[in-house]
Structure formats: C-alpha cells, structure tokens
C-alpha cells in the first residue's frame, strides 16, 4: 500500500496540497452549496476540518459502538462509507455531543448518486523524484528542507555531471551541466537509474486501458539557464528497462517498446497548455519500429526567458502497452498479475528507468513518473468537473445529515478515504 500511490477518490482533497503538477500546485476547486448556491473554499471550517488539526485524533476504522460509549471515550474522529444511506443512517446517531469540540468526519466513499460507484478505477501513478533519498528510509524518508514529499528516488545517481542544489529556485530540481568533467561527447552517460521500487506494477489478465497494461513514462524537466541554443543536438535519453521472471530466456532483460513519443519540437501547437496553472505538455505522435528510446533534443525544450522562471518547464512523455488479451501482438511481454513468486516465467517481473544525458544543453529535472491513462487525465485536470460535483454531493449529504436538535456535535469533513485494499491489478 505505501509503495503505490493510488489516486482514487483521495484525489480530489490531496490535489490542493501534495500531488505534483506539472509547475505549480493546481487551483483549489471552487465548491457550491446547492443549497443556498453559495460558493465555500476547503478552507471554511464551517465544513471541513482545519488542515491542521489541534485536537488528538482518537476514533474508529468502519464501525464504533453507541453515544454514550463513545462520549466516555472523547472519540474524535468517525470513518465509513457515509456515502451510503444505511451506514449513514447507523453512524450519524453514534456521533457524540460535542461541548464545542469539532468532530471529524473522514468520509468512505465519494459518489455521484446513493448507489453509485466508487470514482477513480485505475487511476494509478508511481512518481520518481531524483532528489529523494536513494534508498527508502522510514526514519527519514525525505530530504532536508524539501518542499515536495518526495520519498521515491533513484539507488543510482550521478554526483558529478548533477548536482543537487542547496538552495534557490532549482532547489527541488536534479541540475544537470553540459560543461561537467568527464561527460562523453556523443554517446551520453547514465545519470540516474534503477529507481527504488521496479517491482510493484502489476496488471490483469485482460490488460489494456482499464487493467494496467497501458501506461505513459513521463519527465517534466526545463532549461536551466537563459541559453538559446537550438537544433536536433540530443539532451537526454529515456529507456524503460524490464526482467522477466526467468532469467535464462532471450529477452530475459531488454528495454520497453514504445507505441507513440513526444513530438520533436516545442514550437506552436506541438506543445498544449494544460488546466489551472499545471503547466506545458509534447504532444504525441508515433514511434518509429521497435523504438526503445525517448529522445529530448534542444528542440523539445522552450526557451527560459527568465533566469528561474517556472513558465517554461515541460512534461515530455512516451506511451507504451503490455502484452495482454486485450492487446495480443504487442511486442513488449505480459507484465506479472501478481507476486514476483507467482510469475509466469515469461512475465516481466519489474521494469525501471534510465536517464542518459548528453549534454548539449544545461537542464534541470523535476521528476519522473509512470502513469496510466486515467491517472495521467487526472493529473491533467480532465475529470474535475465530475470530481467537483462528486465534492459538492457528498459534503452536501453530509451537511443535511448533522441536525443540530440531537446535540451541537459540530462535525466537519476532514478527508476522504481511498481505497486501502484494492485488487492486485489496482
């Protein structure tokens, strides 16, 4: 569970403080009370709970006993699937008087009708940071003074060619000098691979978009300095490297095919715009035969035109599937459908990341990720219209659930619940 981020229902509250965008933090949605159609913020207290709370947090995990029992405990906190009318109808009751003393409400569920479905299917991401800890460290788990939650790095990175920043703008960025000492000429150098985690992607039997055998490697990077440099010269290099289970197959160890890569320039309408201030995107356009590798050459890369300016960094992506019976002759094997132990010995097992840079061009990396079709569209900003509805309903059943002539228990919404145990190939 700690080892993928799931973007289920979660999404929606956690898309205002921690998920990365492309350059900065998307705006928070502007939610209705359909009632009184007024707008409130997800900082009214009011209706959710401070982000911070002051209050030691003390309840239960899907059920609790009465009132009273919990009165005599000082519970603080209730959480189930309050989306539904018979749970709903049984908890509500439960929640103790007060005495002024906000009670939090952590909500499992989040749907568009009583008996609707949970929202968020496969939408799942795994975010590499290249400037957190190079192994997983529980103590830890982040860098010092770093401003992104980032705990997912690289075992391998290049301490001479990057560097890591002590402060300033490229602070949380991987920076990478074209002038650096022992940098090949042509053929590049690896400067990060084998991320902490390879082997945790799973995907079912019928594969395809909607059982994670369909997913994009992404890179959000920019220029680090005002350089105007131009052409086709190559910066850096991406592979998708994998293992199947048997390591005395063939292909045992080979990199991803792609489907579609990025564009090879920046200019006009190759690059796109996304939603509320997430920042710049390549389009796609189709792989050649049998390509393994994502190219980012000075091209791809917009012109800062001020020194630190954040307008100019750029998600650069590829698109790859799995083999699977949704999608039979595509060239990359079956990822695994469940346990490394359990693999088929022709599955792959795990698959990672190298970043071979070539100079040519001074660039500071962000962050890598792998995402699937949905969780990239979320990341995008394009499901949040549902998502804020979805909001607005569920914190509106909430509201005309609390009747002030069974006690002042001033209850508050303090998150959403996601999902904890979902299936292996979610």
């Known amino acids: 569970m700690k080892k993928i981020l799931y973007l289920t229902l979660c999404f929606v509250v956690m898309s205002t403080a921690v998920l990365y965008s492309q350059n900065t933090d998307p705006k928070p949605l502007i939610l209705k009370n359909n009632i009184t159609n007024q707008n409130y913020t997800w900082e009214d207290t009011t209706v959710f709970s ?17 009132k009273e029992v919990n009165k005599a405990l000082h519970i603080t906190t209730y959480q189930n699937r309050l989306a539904y009318p018979l749970q709903r109808n049984a908890i509500f009751p439960t929640i103790a008087d007060s005495g002024g003393t906000p009670r939090n409400i952590i909500w499992g569920d989040l749907r568009l009708t009583n008996d609707g479905d949970n929202y968020g299917l496969g939408g799942i991401s795994m ?7 190079t192994a997983i460290n529980e103590t830890t788990p982040v860098r010092t003074g770093d401003t992104t939650g980032a705990i997912f790095g690289f075992t391998t990175r290049n301490t001479t060619i990057g560097t890591l920043n002590p402060s300033g703008v490229d602070f949380d960025r991987y920076t990478l000098n074209k002038n650096a000492p022992g940098l090949p000429s042509t053929s590049g150098i690896t400067v ?6 390879d082997d945790n992607y799973v995907q079912s039997s019928t594969g395809g978009r909607d059982g994670n055998g369909h997913w994009y490697i992404a890179v959000n990077l920019r220029r680090s300095d005002t350089s105007t440099l131009s052409g086709s010269d190559k910066v850096l290099t991406i592979k998708v490297p994998y293992e199947l289970a048997n390591p005395g197959l063939p292909n045992a160890k080979d ?3 792609f489907d579609s890569v990025a564009v090879t320039s920046s200019s006009g309408t190759n690059k796109i715009s996304l939603s509320d201030s997430r920042g710049l ?3 796609l356009q189709g792989a050649a035969s049998n390509q393994k590798e994502l190219v980012i050459t000075r091209d791809m890369l917009p012109v800062m035109g001020t020194t630190g300016s954040l307008s100019n960094d750029i998600t650069i992506s590829a698109f790859f599937r799995f083999r699977s019976t949704s999608d039979p ?4 094997p079956s990822l695994k459908k469940g346990r490394v132990e359990d693999a088929l010995s022709d599955e792959i ?3 990672g990341i190298d970043v071979l840079y070539h100079g040519n061009l001074n660039v500071a990396i962000d962050w890598l990720r792998f995402e699937t079709p949905f969780a990239r569209e979320l990341f995008r900003g394009e499901h949040d219209s549902i998502l804020k509805a979805m909001v607005e309903y569920n914190v509106q059943i909430m509201r005309d659930s609390i009747n002030p002539a069974k006690g002042n228990r001033n209850i508050r919404l303090q998150s959403f619940y996601g999902i904890d145990e979902p299936p292996m190939d979610q």
């Open 50 to 66: 401070p982000r911070k709370l002051t209050n030691f947090t003390l309840g239960w995990q899907w059920a609790g006993p009465n």
């Open 127 to 133: 975010h590499f940071d290249p400037t957190a800890p």
């Open 192 to 197: 990060l691979s084998h991320p902490v985690k």
């Open 255 to 257: 990199s991803i095919v």
């Open 281 to 283: 995107a390549l389009k």
């Open 329 to 332: 002759t595509i060239t990359n």
């Open 349 to 351: 097992v795990r698959f």
